[in-house]
């Protein structure tokens, strides 16, 4: 053998080694691979199948034309949607989102009365249904955008209150709707939380009602309540076929306690000063409040029937007016400690006609109510007495009102209530006399 062929013999092998090497590291790189696309294959599948089950999940409401989209369709979420909302009954059923952002609370409220009553010696002895309310409030968008809606259903449904409250700041809170005017006191006060059967001939002489219109209220540090407002002057669910327009306000003063603004009461305030009668002894400090209210109707002419304003339009026909200013002026003053409670109000309304020849008439009224419990939080012993003069165009004729009443409170809170009242009503004005005994069970949830 040549020497050059022994000396090429270890080259042909050193290149088959590192062909060798050159051919395992080539299989190892394939395997890596393989192995890494098998991962990522397996993340494709994943992601695919999270994305299926988002499909599954949500459900996509159909879009409008194209000429009709005005914005991106919305998404709602089918799946477990009962863990973004509560639900429960606190003095009311209420459903509620975890963000506060959107609130409603229902209630049904009703009064079921029996009387008896002598008017010019014809007697009517009768059941009603006195009222049935279903009410809804909450807030919406914003946890200060608050809204309350009552209905009256006894009879034909009838809307009573509607409106929206912007409590941002609760000092001065804009309100918009129909509701009772900030006038008188006991017209504020709820029908529902009265120490006898109904209000007193006081305030359906000089009570205004509810009205559709715009206002401010709000709690000012812890001394000020105040209500002012613009409405309509034809009442309830109506609008004016005139411009008679109807200006109030009302300032209460409460110089022993705090009060709260509330977006559930036509006059804006709760907590212990909430317009609601009698005293459950729940605080030591005796709570004292005095208002004073004005309202002004100028160039009044009556063109409809509605309750709201009844009284008003007689008094105006009775004096052969067809348009008049009309004023109005009420103060009050409310006490109540421990076991007891006080409450005086006096009205005046004074109308002058607009035509020559007729003179003006200023009406005034006083009531003075009082009430104790003989078993505290169950049984109340109450009592009213009122007295209104209609003025000289009326020859100054008289009406009063002689009201005593029991009342038994089932449940802390006036839900569940039996009242018994006897009035007693001499009118002058129509000389005659009223004897009235009445039953009620009031049941609220």
Do not use: C
Not at 16 to 32: A, M, P, R, V, Y
Not at 234 to 246: C, D, K, Q, W, Y
Request: aromatic share 12%; net charge negative; glycine share 6%.
């Amino acid at each position: 053998m040549s020497s050059n062929t022994y000396a090429q013999n270890p080259t042909e092998a050193e290149r088959s080694k590192e062909i060798e090497k050159l051919k395992t590291e080539i299989q190892k790189i394939k395997e890596e691979q393989q192995k890494q696309i098998e991962e990522l294959q397996k993340r494709i599948e994943e992601l695919e199948a999270e994305s299926k089950r988002d499909k599954e999940k949500e459900y996509v409401e159909p879009s409008k034309p194209p000429m009709e989209v005005e914005e991106a369709p919305a998404k709602t979420y089918v799946i477990e949607w009962w863990k973004n909302i509560e639900v429960g009954y606190s003095n009311g059923f209420f459903i509620r989102t975890q963000d506060d952002l959107f609130s409603l609370k229902f209630n049904i409220r009703s009064q079921f009365l029996f009387f008896v009553e002598d008017e010019g010696g014809d007697t009517a002895t009768s059941f009603d249904i006195r009222r049935l309310w279903i009410s809804f409030r909450g807030n919406a968008f914003r946890t200060w955008f608050k809204y309350l809606l009552i209905l009256e259903a006894s009879g034909d449904v009838e809307l009573l209150d509607y409106f929206t409250d912007a409590a941002k700041f609760t000092d001065v809170v804009p309100r918009a709707g129909q509701y009772r005017v900030p006038f008188n006191r006991e017209e504020l006060t709820d029908p529902f939380n009265l120490q006898l059967v109904d209000n007193s001939i006081l305030n359906r002489e000089f009570s205004l009602g509810r009205h559709i219109g715009i206002g401010l209220g709000g709690v000012v540090n812890r001394f000020i309540t105040y209500g002012v407002g613009v409405f309509n002057s034809a009442g309830r669910n109506s609008i004016n076929e005139n411009s008679n327009l109807l200006y109030v306000g009302r300032v209460m003063f409460t110089p022993t306690g705090e009060p709260r603004y509330s977006s559930i009461n036509p006059f804006p305030v709760s907590g212990e000063y909430e317009y609601s009668q009698g005293s459950f002894g729940d605080t030591e400090t005796p709570l004292i409040a005095i208002s004073a209210a004005v309202a002004f109707l100028p160039g009044y002419k009556p063109v409809n029937d509605s309750p709201d304003n009844a009284v008003i339009n007689s008094r105006v026909a009775s004096l052969g007016s067809e348009k008049s200013d009309i004023f109005q002026f009420s103060a009050d003053i409310s006490v109540k400690y421990l076991i007891f409670s006080l409450e005086a109000e006096y009205d005046l309304r004074n109308i002058d006609p607009e035509e020559t020849g007729l003179g003006s008439d200023l009406s005034q009224g006083l009531r003075i109510q009082s009430g104790v419990f003989l078993i505290p939080k169950f049984i109340e012993v109450a009592g009213r007495f009122v007295i209104i003069n209609l003025g000289d165009e009326f020859s100054n004729d008289k009406i009063r009102e002689i009201t005593p009443g029991l009342s038994f409170y089932f449940i802390r809170n006036r839900n569940l209530k039996l009242q018994f009242d006897y009035s007693f009503i001499r009118d002058e004005f129509i000389n005659d006399d009223i004897n009235r005994v009445r039953a009620q069970l009031t049941v609220s949830f």
